[in-house]
């Protein structure tokens, strides 16, 4: 079993930036961490993810070029680093880690989820 703890989410202006983090725990071992995000109304949909051997990058397109994912092996966290935010950007944030060798971006394939946190852009 894998535990996913996720923080940093908040109200910020359009424009603004905010850093989510992720922390696992678990004895299960993890290859792959992701952000997924559902807005009121939407389904959730991927946001970005990262190999946690390698340290490839995958995102969607509508964030590439704003938000930057990373990781620090050692605390076992992903970090989301979100710039020029938009108030489309408004959502529940959810952190999920899988294991596997092949990457794929749907929500189903990560067994592994956190409790989400709210980010909300006013504009």
């Known amino acids: 079993q894998v535990q996913l703890v996720e923080s940093g989410g908040g109200l910020v202006q359009a424009g603004g930036s905010l850093r989510l983090s992720c922390a696992a725990s678990?004895?299960?071992?993890?290859?792959?961490m992701g952000w997924f995000r559902q807005a009121p109304g939407k389904e959730r949909e991927f946001v970005a993810a990262i190999s946690w051997s390698g340290g490839s990058t995958y995102y969607a397109d509508s964030v590439k070029g704003r938000f930057t994912i990373s990781r620090d092996n050692a605390k076992n966290t992903v970090y989301l680093q979100m710039n020029s935010l938009k108030p489309e950007d408004t959502a529940v944030y959810y952190c999920?880690?899988?294991?596997?060798?092949?990457?794929?971006?749907?929500?189903?394939?990560?067994?592994?989820w956190g409790q989400g946190t709210q980010v909300t852009v006013s504009s």
């Open positions: 999920a880690a899988r294991g596997g060798s092949v990457f794929y971006r749907t929500e189903v394939s990560f067994p592994y």
């Open positions: 678990g004895r299960t071992f993890i290859s792959y």
